[in-house]
């Protein structure tokens, strides 16, 4: 299991179990709701490794298929641009399938919301999105997310699959870093 030197750690804002629970929560929500529908999920690399790996084996549905896509965000610093590039693109035929994309955290969203054109031009019958968690921020790009796990702070925040420099996504809690580590 993942860990972290104790003095990184600012403070767990979410614990293995409540992101456990509340995955179990959204498994039963999204199997109800695809109940008589084929399901493929799509991760966006590398952040939704671990919500996908969790969400579908809590997942009942009897036909979930996977594919993966890994995009880059163009532009400097911290701040995500809006304009993408395709890293990796998916192996399915998006075409009358059923399709939910599964991502670990959503910020301004500009990321998504571009996802979501491109992948809506692509014939799905369905497309909706699942988000481990979402910031405060990402209601300014309107994108219209079906399944939400968690509401956080506007903070920088580590764990589950998000990442500082490639450093703590394996953590299984959701924490903020320690001001030593920006200094
Ligand atoms: P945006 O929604 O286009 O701004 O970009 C979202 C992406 O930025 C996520 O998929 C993460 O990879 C990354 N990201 C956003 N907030 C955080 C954070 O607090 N910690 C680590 N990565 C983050
Ligand atoms: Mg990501």
Redesign the pocket.
Known sequence: MGSARPEDIERVLLTEEEIQQRLREMAQQIDADYADRDLLLVG?LK?AVMVMADLSRALEHETVAMDWMAVS?YGSGTR?SGVVRILKDLDTDLSGRNVLIV??????????SWLITNLRSRGPASLEVATMFR?PE?AVAQVDVKYVGFDLPNE???GYG???AEKYRTLPYVATLSAHLYA
């Open positions: 966006v952040g965000s995500s991502e670990d955290i959503i910020d301004s969203g500009l990321t998504l910031k990402a920088f925040l580590v998000l990442d500082w």
